[in-house]
């Protein structure tokens, strides 16, 4: 018996992170905003109920969170970063093969025992969850990639399934399907959706039993594959090994412009750094940069500019790459000029595993094996103490221009000197 696909994720996953680390805003209407707190990003369910939309301006909608009682908080990527790494390690020691999909979402496979019955597995994983975590999952199971999607869908919109919902194992699936929009559908985009819908193509179970010709001479062999999955038919495999990353890019908007090239300098300064960790954590190597800056795209005198340079050899070494990043800050940076925005790509990645050397440049191995060590060192150290405790002195920032978070939660799972102190009497 073929092995079934199960689909995991995190219910409401940022919002359920901060009633995780504060239960006093658990069961209450919540929202979370991006960075600079400038848009809704996230809601809870309760918010959701309350008609809060997606994507709007904080500013706009400042005075009616108020008059709700509605909870806000800056968005805390460093937590959720930490509760998704812990996650997936539960998801992985009770899982037979897993696929990280995003932060708060996964595809799995298990063996389905005698009964087909996976509802008892399911429910010992959520509790498990729930009980080493604190965050609640939905788990949605089926024959296929496709099917486990809706069973998702189906196990968090229908209350008495209690957050899992097994498709695999129900003969008549049409009831299902037939809920389902065609736009829900896992793998149609807008344009699929648009064009299915032209042809009378509303719900999945209609786009399960249309002509495969007709979605063939459309969409090829990708639109085959999301028909056949909603057929039942395993076409997309669960894949364990990511693939390799081929940019790594870090930007950030200031809590306020800047126009002086040390505050700009800093700034990219500081993103090299979280980049090159990036490149070293996934094993990569880099031989061209990219640096970027922007104003606001409102204003009169608008500016964008950006400068590019291709290293001799690949690296993933930050001094380096931080030196060849402030010469092209230096010819991007234009005086006068107010700064909102500014960022660094690393592209052209390679494997560090194989290193091309110049043939006629004679460099000094012992050096560069000093400094891949005292790399290794200060990633090490910002891994176990926080990413921000060792860095390079031109990537000091000034805190008053860092992102605005001003409703930053505590970092309760991240950061020692946050850890709550409790006394007993």
């Known amino acids: 018996m073929r092995k079934a696909i199960v689909q995991i994720d995190g219910n409401n996953f940022y919002a359920s992170c901060e009633q995780m680390i504060d239960p006093s805003i658990r ?37 009616k969170l108020n008059q709700l009682n509605i909870n806000v908080r800056s968005s805390n990527y460093e937590l959720y970063g930490d509760v998704s790494n812990r996650l997936m390690q539960i998801l992985k020691e009770n899982c037979e093969e897993l696929e990280i999909y995003s932060i708060d979402e996964a595809f799995a496979t298990m063996k389905r025992p005698k ?52 498709i695999g194992i129900v003969e008549d699936k049409n009831p299902y399907l037939q809920q389902i929009k065609v736009d829900k559908v896992w793998g149609v985009g807008k344009k699929m959706s648009t064009w299915l819908k032209v042809r ?33 038919t395993y076409c997309i495999p669960i894949n364990e090994k990511s693939s390799a990353r081929k940019e790594i890019c870090v930007s950030r908007s200031f809590a306020y412009p800047i126009d002086s090239l040390e505050e700009l300098s800093q700034s990219i300064s500081k993103y090299v750094l979280i980049a090159t960790a990036k490149l070293r954590k996934y094993n990569q190597l880099s031989s061209a940069i990219t640096v970027f800056t922007t104003t606001n795209t409102h204003s009169k005198d608008f500016y964008r500019s950006e400068a590019s340079i291709k290293l001799q050899t690949p690296s993933s070494n930050s001094i380096i790459i931080q030196k060849n990043s402030i010469e092209l800050t230096n010819r991007i940076f234009k005086p006068y000029k107010k700064f909102i925005k500014a960022g660094v790509i690393l592209h052209n990645l390679s494997s560090n595993q194989y290193k091309q050397k110049l043939l006629f ?65």
């Open 200 to 232: 009378g193509i509303n719900n999945a179970r209609e786009l399960r039993d249309m002509s495969s010709n007709q979605i063939k001479s459309k969409y090829g062999v990708i639109g085959l594959r999301i028909q056949n999955e909603l057929k039942g």
């Open 27 to 63: 069961g209450k209407a919540l929202v979370i905003l991006s960075n600079n707190d400038g848009c809704i990003i996230a809601r809870s369910s309760e918010a959701r109920k309350m008609g809060i939309p997606m994507g709007q301006p904080y500013f706009k909608l400042k005075s």
């Open 115 to 166: 009964d087909k019955c996976l509802y008892q597995w399911g429910k010992d994983l959520r509790a498990l969850v729930y009980q080493n975590i604190g965050i609640p999952i939905s788990i949605g199971i089926g024959e296929t990639k496709v099917l486990s999607k809706i069973s998702n869908y189906i196990a968090k919109e229908i209350q008495s399934n209690s957050g899992i919902f097994d």
């Open 361 to 425: 440049c004679n460099n000094d191995l012992q050096e560069e094996f000093y400094l891949e060590r005292l790399n290794s060192v200060i990633d090490n150290i910002n891994k176990k103490n926080g990413k921000d405790l060792l860095g390079w002195g031109s990537s000091i920032i000034e805190r008053e221009w860092r992102p605005r978070r001003s409703k930053l939660s505590g970092s309760k799972v991240t950061n020692i000197e946050s850890i709550p102190t409790v006394f007993a009497n």
